[in-house]
């Protein structure tokens, strides 16, 4: 996971503006530790601290060092002069109650600036926003710090957007949020509270680990997997933890991660389901299938299918009739997960049906789970031999959107399952450079 500094506060004073900025730029647009800023722009380190915090007025110099450094286009710099005005017309009208319209008509401006400069990098995150309000305290006496209710409303509003949502479009939001959350668990001292933050930080490290999979590798994925895991245990939430391992095994199998791990995680989701239904379990029944199929063991992955399916009729409808949120487990995320496991196994006729039932009960918004049924069908296709159409498809399908790991290890066993001879096609070629070819992730 990203390293998350101490969060700022702009309301203790408009330095604190420039200081969220500059640790937004470098955290969550450029991905550079402190080290690397500071010898980029030429400034000392400790300074570049001081300054991110608020507790230092850089010189316009500086900040014209870090501007260049992190490529911001001279945003940096004009907020720079803004909170310096902002400071002299303090300074002057010191007497002036309430504020005159000139320190109105800056700070409005340095507020305009700094959401310019948010959204110039990577789109404006929630903590960003989180840290415009940040004066609500002086203004009313109240804070505007989420509630247990407010925290678990977050977590389920990502939930809505995992399967819909471009990846990695999340990470600078996951990022802020993750970053509050630990300073209220840090503040909380009721065990029941703590136990809901825990779940709540259990759900966004999972989130976060599914996006930097596919934009930072599979390294930083597994470290923030890792926190989920860690979370989720010390919650006590039993199906949680099950889900938790349940979908980093999922993920360990597409990117062909290498040693036992995803054996060691589907076993210990098993085992904590202990036979009980709920959503974790039947994903890990789907990645069992699906590796049990990839060693070859036709009987051992039938069997696994109907214990799949066997945990999915003992689902409850609002989890089975939810087509959208990571939450829900609909009936085409099993037909989806079945014909894999067929179509490895050769058997394309019970599959392909299944394919186009699944593809027609999917909702539109599901842009990203549509394609993967189509790569399907295009791997079916190459199966049964017919290598122009199955080309082609999983051309059409995989062209106009980013190769996932999913999308990544269905299509090498297209390319794996085509005879020698076809390989040489114009097809095969173009659609093997536009996947690569995926390689063991650590």
Request: proline share 5%; hydrophobic share 40%; with cysteine.
């Amino acid at each position: 996971m990203p390293y998350m500094s101490e969060p700022v506060r702009p309301d203790t004073s408009p330095w604190h503006l420039l200081g969220a900025c500059i640790r937004h730029w470098r955290e969550d647009v450029r991905q550079l530790s402190q080290r690397e800023l500071a010898k980029a722009a030429l400034v000392d380190q400790g300074e570049l601290s001081r300054w991110e915090r608020g507790l230092g007025r850089p010189h316009s110099d500086h900040v014209r060092g870090i501007d260049n450094a992190l490529g911001t286009g001279g945003h940096l710099i004009a907020l720079r002069d803004l909170i310096a005005e902002i400071e002299e017309v303090r300074e002057s009208g010191k007497d002036t109650n309430p504020p005159s319209r000139n320190e109105d008509d800056v700070e409005r401006r340095a507020f305009l600036q700094f959401l310019t400069i948010l959204s110039a990098g990577s789109g404006i995150s929630a903590s960003a926003v989180d840290a415009l309000h940040s004066g609500l305290r002086q203004i009313t006496g109240h804070a505007a710090d989420n509630s247990m209710d407010d925290w678990e409303q977050i977590a389920w509003d990502y939930a809505q957007g995992v399967w819909t949502e471009p990846p990695g479009s999340r990470v600078a939001d996951l990022t802020g949020d993750i970053r509050d959350l630990e300073q209220a668990l840090l503040r909380t001292r009721d065990q029941g509270d703590r136990n809901t933050l825990l779940r709540v930080y259990a759900q966004l490290a999972t989130f976060m680990a599914l996006d930097l999979v596919e934009i930072s590798g599979a390294r930083a994925g597994w470290r923030s997997w890792r926190a989920a895991r860690s979370a989720a245990d010390v919650s006590g939430d039993r199906e949680l933890r099950v889900w938790v391992r349940a979908i980093e095994a999922s993920h360990s199998f597409y990117l062909r991660r290498l040693g036992s791990a995803t054996d060691t995680l589907v076993g210990e989701a098993l085992h904590l389901a202990d036979g009980r239904p709920c959503h974790g379990l039947v994903e890990a029944l789907k990645t069992r299938s699906r590796v049990l199929a990839a060693q070859g063991q036709t009987d051992l992955a039938h069997r696994a299918l109907h214990d799949l399916r066997e945990a999915h009729e003992r689902l409850p409808s609002a989890v089975t009739d939810d087509h959208i949120s990571v939450w829900g487990m609909p009936t085409a995320s099993i037909q989806y997960a079945e014909a894999f496991v067929l179509i490895k196994l050769g058997d394309t006729t019970t599959a392909m049906p299944m394919l186009e039932q699944a593809l027609a009960t999917s909702p539109p918004e599901k842009v990203g789970g549509k394609a993967n049924i189509g790569l399907l069908q295009a791997w079916g296709l190459v199966r049964d031999r017919d290598m122009a159409e199955g080309l082609s498809h999983a051309l059409d399908v995989t062209t106009p959107l980013p190769v996932t790991a999913a999308r990544r290890r269905i299509a090498s066993e297209l390319l794996a399952s085509l005879p020698q001879q076809a390989k040489a096609l114009p097809a095969a070629r173009e659609f093997h450079e536009l996947v690569r070819a995926d390689r063991p992730a650590r």
